[in-house]
């Protein structure tokens, strides 16, 4: 017996018929009569008599009445004694990103968060995977996707901007041939690659977009970065080149068991607030062009 059987129970005895008790629990009519079928044949008793007038309890019911409603109560209580100690916003909690995201789009900002709410403790989880909030080792995560896993939930707050960056001490020197920096996955020549500098010489390969930026920024050769990232570094310029528009976005995400959790919503709204406030930067409205 759970305390679900007991909902579809008390709504029925309360409503009188399984239509009513189908809009007390927003849930199709056929669905509550199947459910208390199934709860009967458990129990091995009837608990209504099906009458023209509508559903009335049979002495079985009447016996289990009490005791669903002593568990509803309970119930009940757990609730208000949880939720009031969540609206409190106090607590900890996780926030994931990976490197880039935090230290070019985030950390700047979490400040104002900490003034707003100084009692929640924020943890934040460098990690460039979604296995994070699937375990639920993360309340709330930044993500560069182009469409995230649909066991969890969020929006996407801003469209991601790519362009093609190198230094300005590279650029101020003549060369025979394009120096370029590629992803390791990369195995192919990239379209933009393909594009723009199909002679040109792959000089170096990177894992992760900071060391990417680095290796950019020390003058190895030329990259495609997202914006936020080439941008934030003075020492780069944006080619102007064509490119294809990208897919990707920055999504905020959390697990759906926790997006009505008051300390979760306060910062998924931050966050959003956040990031629609850089959204020239993320964008590459803010490049300055070679």
Not at 23 to 49: C, M, N, Y
Not at 260 to 269: I, N, P
Request: glycine fraction near 6%; aromatic fraction near 8%.
């Amino acid at each position: 017996m759970n305390w679900d059987d007991m909902r579809f129970f008390l709504a029925l005895a309360r409503e009188g018929s399984v239509s009513g008790a189908g809009r007390a629990l927003e849930v199709k009519h056929t669905t509550v009569a199947r459910r208390i079928a199934a709860f009967e044949q458990q129990l091995g008793s009837r608990l209504f008599d099906r009458r023209s007038s509508g559903y009335a309890l049979t002495q079985a019911g009447e016996n289990l009445l009490p005791h669903a409603l002593g568990v509803e109560e309970l119930v009940f209580a757990a609730d208000r004694e949880v939720l009031g100690m969540d609206s409190q916003l106090k607590g900890t909690l996780k926030l994931a990103a990976s490197y880039d995201v935090f230290t070019r789009l985030l950390t700047p900002h979490l400040h104002a968060f900490a003034d707003r709410y100084p009692a929640i403790e924020l943890e934040l989880v460098s990690s460039t995977g979604l296995v994070d909030l699937g375990n639920r080792q993360a309340d709330l995560a930044v993500r560069l996707s182009p469409k995230p896993p649909e066991y969890l939930v969020g929006r996407e707050v801003a469209k991601l901007g790519h362009g093609v960056y190198a230094s300005k001490k590279y650029l101020s020197k003549k060369r025979s041939e394009a120096h370029l920096i590629l992803w390791q996955h990369e195995k192919s020549q990239p379209e933009w690659m393909l594009d723009h500098f199909a002679d040109g010489r792959v000089v170096l390969r990177a894992t992760e977009i900071m060391t990417m930026m680095e290796a950019v920024k020390n003058d190895f050769g030329i990259a495609r970065m997202p914006c936020y990232v080439g941008d934030a570094e003075p020492s780069l310029r944006r080619l102007d080149l064509s490119l294809t528009p990208s897919k990707w976005g920055v999504w905020v995400l959390s697990h759906p068991d926790l997006r009505t959790t008051s300390r979760v919503r306060a910062c998924r709204e931050f966050l959003i607030e956040s990031i629609e406030q850089q959204r020239s930067l993320i964008q590459g409205l803010e490049s300055r062009y070679a």
